[in-house]
């Protein structure tokens, strides 16, 4: 009974062995306090699921945000000199239609969303998914068409000319465009009709730019002699467009990227930039959006014919609308382009800026012959 304990036994006295631990000894390297910080590995209370975090509502969720940050960057008060306008600025009626236009932007991106994924079980915009799994079950072949719509509505809008087919675009309050101005027109296969009507109207000179009309110099001779106030060239075409434009180039055509082109004319405002016949519109938007960015250019109309077929994936068409709206454009009219592609596969889409729209607010407001 006198003797030690033995190695392996304890005394009560003794320290706790290297397996035990007192209730007020300190906590081992592995053990976290009440008061310590998550380990890597832990979450906080607050933050999202794992599983949410990649879900078609947190996607959606991060989309909306996306798009309201860039809302916040397109005000027509702005402070950069060349937006600012003290008066209409000022204009409460203009500045509740302006904040109507915003809101239905981020009520539209939540509205395809959510019918997508109501139809399909997947995020549309999810580039993890082969496009063909993005797509309605029934037989919607262009769906991505249907997801957008005007999301603004212009008190001025005509169509230049007043004909039928496909060299008319829709226009927004041409009637405040004054000259000097400018037209970029992308494609033309041998029609001139709009650039005249816009020259007729607002006087504005045009650059038509189609290397397509190359191979015909009969037709190209004659159509160059019809045009007003334009200045052709048959001998480029824009990098990046995957139709005739570049299929069908001679050996004397080169490819130039859309800011080249218009550095090169020097171009810095477009009064009207229209592109037809076209499958590289989502390329030519990004390089556009680069220099909207950098306050190279400026655009008051832009019309695009968009070709589903131009965007191997829904994101691809989206990232089009989103440089868009960072050059302060706002979608006003939508068309089914039968004419332009086989089926229902073409759109033209129409927008117009918005200091163009506070432009032509106060008109439209105290004049009832303004059109």
């Known amino acids: 009974p006198l003797s030690p304990p033995r190695a392996a036994e304890s005394s009560p006295l003794s320290p706790p062995r290297a397996a035990e631990r007192s209730p007020l000894s300190p906590p081992r390297a592995a053990e976290s306090s009440p008061l310590s910080p998550p380990r890597a590995a ?122 039928a087919g496909r060299g008319p675009k829709w226009v927004c309050g041409v009637g405040a465009v004054r000259a000097p101005c400018r037209t970029v027109s992308l494609g033309s296969k041998f029609d001139g009709s709009f650039e005249r009507a816009v020259y007729d109207v607002a006087g504005c000179e045009a650059l038509v730019v189609d290397p397509t009309l190359a191979r015909n110099d009969d037709r190209l001779r004659r159509f160059r002699e019809r045009l007003k106030g334009a200045a052709l060239n048959a001998s480029v075409g824009i990098r990046g467009f995957q139709d005739d434009q570049n299929e069908t180039q001679n050996a004397t055509t080169s490819l130039v990227p859309i800011d080249v082109l218009l550095r090169d004319a020097r171009v810095s405002h477009v009064s009207f930039f229209k592109a037809d016949d076209v499958e590289g519109s989502a390329i030519m938007m990004r390089d556009l959006r680069a220099m909207c960015l950098r306050g190279e250019v400026t655009i008051d109309h832009l019309n695009l014919q968009v070709a589903s077929r131009s965007a191997a994936h829904p994101a691809d068409l989206a990232d089009l609308f989103d440089a868009a709206l960072d050059c302060q454009l706002m979608l006003f009219h939508k068309e089914r382009n039968a004419g332009g592609c086989a089926g229902d596969a073409c759109a033209d889409f129409a927008w117009v800026s918005l200091r163009q729209a506070r432009n032509i607010h106060h008109s439209c407001t105290t004049d009832p012959s303004f059109i």
């Open 42 to 163: 832990e979450r906080s209370p607050l933050s999202p699921p794992r599983a949410f975090e990649r879900s078609p509502l947190w996607q959606l969720e991060a989309r909306v945000a996306s798009v309201s940050r860039r809302l916040n960057e397109t005000r027509s008060c702005s402070s950069n000199p060349a937006y600012f306008d003290a008066e209409l600025c000022s204009d409460a009626d203009w500045q509740a239609r302006e904040q109507t236009w915003r809101d239905r932007v981020l009520a539209w991106e939540r509205a395809r969303a959510t019918d997508h994924y109501q139809r399909t079980k997947f995020f549309w915009l999810d580039r993890k998914y082969h496009g063909s799994k993005l797509r309605h079950p029934e037989d919607l072949r262009h769906v991505e068409m249907d997801f957008f719509e005007p999301e603004y509505s212009c008190c001025s809008e005509q169509r230049l000319p007043l004909a």
